[in-house]
């Protein structure tokens, strides 16, 4: 215990426990911001797999509409009937 702490608390039970009291909630503090800092880092990472996931999902549209073309393109060729078109 360092002497300013041993002056205050032989001095002034109440400014001790007032002491006392500032640490526990500094030591909470401390540990509630910790606990911020882990869950922004989770939103983070999340945050960049959502923007993977969204780049992933423009490429096989890409790709889905790149398929799509080509299968009426041959079946243009083939003379094919549409499927569902009949009534």
């Given at each position: 215990?360092?002497?300013?702490l ?10 001790a426990?007032?002491?006392?009291m500032f640490y ?8 509630l911001s910790?606990?911020?800092d ?6 983070d990472d999340t945050?960049?797999r959502?923007d993977?996931?969204?780049d992933d999902y ?11 073309a080509?299968?009426?393109r041959i079946?243009g ?9 009949d009534s």
């Amino acid at each position: 215990m360092t002497p300013v702490l041993e002056i205050i608390i032989n001095q002034s039970p109440v400014l001790a426990a007032l002491v006392v009291m500032f640490y526990v909630l500094n030591q909470k503090i401390e540990n509630l911001s910790k606990r911020l800092d882990d869950m922004n880092k989770r939103f983070d990472d999340t945050h960049n797999r959502l923007d993977d996931l969204r780049d992933d999902y423009k490429t096989l549209s890409a790709k889905v509409d790149t398929i799509a073309a080509e299968v009426y393109r041959i079946e243009g060729h083939l003379n094919l009937p549409r499927t569902g078109t009949d009534s």
